[in-house]
Structures are given as structure tokens and as C-alpha cells.
């Protein structure tokens, strides 16, 4: 369960526009998460990757009143933090991946501490997106912007991320933009909710 809070603005966009998007424009406050949908291919991945700052885009972007243009691209990155569908690894452990794998709470999302020494080739793909979650986390974001983060998993598992990163947004009162298609979810996790539709953004019902 995600606990909310009123928020202040965290993280401003206003007027973005990229490849299928147009002058898009929404504020998120702090610890109150949102839930994005819209149909597949309505530019909901392009939206998030453009907050970051990972495809070119104009318009006009700012975290705690501060321009994105004076920020450095890789310190946006770990604030304004992208996790994809599909996780991307690198190297040939898991425990390559984390700065510090003895202080990350695996245990928390269904693994022992031995997770650590898994050869990446042998992770399903629910684990590594389970492990995707907590290596996101680990740079402690101001700002999450995931992308069906649940998608591959079952209903426990679902439960375990939904709550980790629920405490996470509070206790550090982060933003949150969360691609979900799940009525259920939406209505757990969701302050608000807007949806996509026709390369613009309109506000639409926690609970339909």
C-alpha cells in the first residue's frame, strides 16, 4: 500500500514536445504517485524516456525549480530516474550492477542475499525486473518514472514492489509517473491518474 501525502511540485514540465508527443505539460508532487495510461503505441514509453531525458525533445523541464539544462545529463539521470520494460545488464553477476550489493535489501523483493553471485543469464524475466526495481532505487531518485514495473510478475510479487517502492516515495518524498494498464493496480497505488490519448494528456479516474 502506497502511503499519500499532500505533496508539493516536484518535478514541472511544461510545453514538451518529442517525435509523437505534443506540448505536453503535468506537474508531480512529492510522494503522491501517478498512474499513466493510454493505449499501446499512444507515446507513453516516449513520455517518460523524454522526462529523462533519453530522446531528444523541446519544451521546458524542471526538478525543485531547476532548470534540466543546468543539471549535468548523467545527474539527471539518477534524479529523474528511467526504469524500461525491459532492463538493460551489462555485466556477467548481479552483484556487478549495484555500487554496494551488500546494503541492498534483496530480501525485500523475494531473494536471498546469495542473489548477488547469480550469473545474469540464468534470471527470468520477472527477477530481473524485480532486480531492475532495486537497482533503480539504489541511486536514490527524487524522480521514478517506470514503466509497467509489474508487468512480468505474479500477484506476490506484485505486492512486494508495490510496497517497497510505495515506502520509498514516502520516506523520501519522491515523485512518481507510473505506466500501468491495471484497473486494480491504478486503484491501489494511484493519486491520480492521467491518460494519454491522441499525443496529449488529459486527467482520467482513479476508480472506473
Known sequence: MIYRNRGSSL???EHLTCAVLQDISLTLKDAEPV???GA???GKTRLLRAIADLD???GKVMLDNVVRESIDPQSWRRKVAYLPAESRWWAQTVGEHFRDPASVPFGRLGFDDQVKDWKVER???GER???AVLRLLENQPRVLLLDEPTANLDAQSTQRVETLIGEYISQAKAACLWVTHAADQIR?????RLLLENSHLKPAAVAE
Open 40 to 42: 499501446s503505441g499512444s
Open 11 to 13: 518535478l514541472i514540465v
Open 123 to 125: 534470471l527470468s524475466s
Open 35 to 37: 498512474c499513466l495510461s
Open 129 to 131: 525486473q524485480r532486480l
Open 188 to 192: 491501489r497505488i494511484a493519486r491520480q
Open 56 to 58: 531528444l525533445n523541446t
